[in-house]
Each structure stands twice: as C-alpha cells, then as structure tokens.
C-alpha cells in the first residue's frame, strides 16, 4: 500500500498534523516491547502509522521514557489505542493490542485499521 492508504496523502505537507502532539510516558518494559531491543521497529512503525515518533529515556527510578508522537490525529490516536490495550488487565485487550502491534510493524494502515481501533476504544471494558 502507498501513502495514501488512509487518505492522508504527504502527511507531513499539513500544518495541523504538527498541531497538539501526543506526549506521554512509557515505562522501559512496555518501551521494549512495543518499539524492540536498540528501537528496533521504530522507523517501521513510524512509516506505517504515517507519524513522526521520537523517544527521550528519562532518568527515574522506574525508567521512563517520553514519546512525542506527531502526524495525523487518527494514527496518533491509533497508537495510543495500542498502548492502553497493551496496559489494560484484561488478557483479551492486551491480546488486541499485540495484534495491532504485529500489524503496523508488517504493513500500512488503512481505514479499516482506525475504524477497528476506534471500535475497540469505545467499547466499554466493565
């Protein structure tokens, strides 16, 4: 798939998409499995979300590292609905999340991705 996969065109091109980043902190583990040993899926992730990722390793007692995230809001909020399912309790959640994880790292995200993910988020988890 090209980079119109989801209708975004050259993402980067658009001042909004640099807008409002997402920022938040991820504990080293959930770093290491998300983005692999050294970051070894960042780049791939980054091309197939159509973001800019950057991460800062902080220095705390529980090893923190900030992640700025950059890009279309549909694939920012794609990435964070990977990162709550990944920390969610529940086997099942997690499990979706490892899911949508193997598939940003595999291939581009279409439509059908951000639409599932939107599913995911907004059903209630109680």
Known sequence: MDMNSFGIGEWWTKPENFNAPLVFYLEEELEQIIFG???RYLRCIEEHSHTL???ESWFTVTGHTRVTVLGPPRA???LMGIIWLLEHRSVH???RGYQ???SVRSQ???NKDLAASLSVSLTPWW
């Open 93 to 95: 959640y997690r499990a």
């Open 100 to 102: 949508m994880l193997q």
């Open 76 to 78: 920012r909020q794609w």
């Open 37 to 39: 040993q050294e970051d």
């Open 53 to 55: 990722i950057q991460l």
């Open 108 to 110: 581009p995200l279409t």
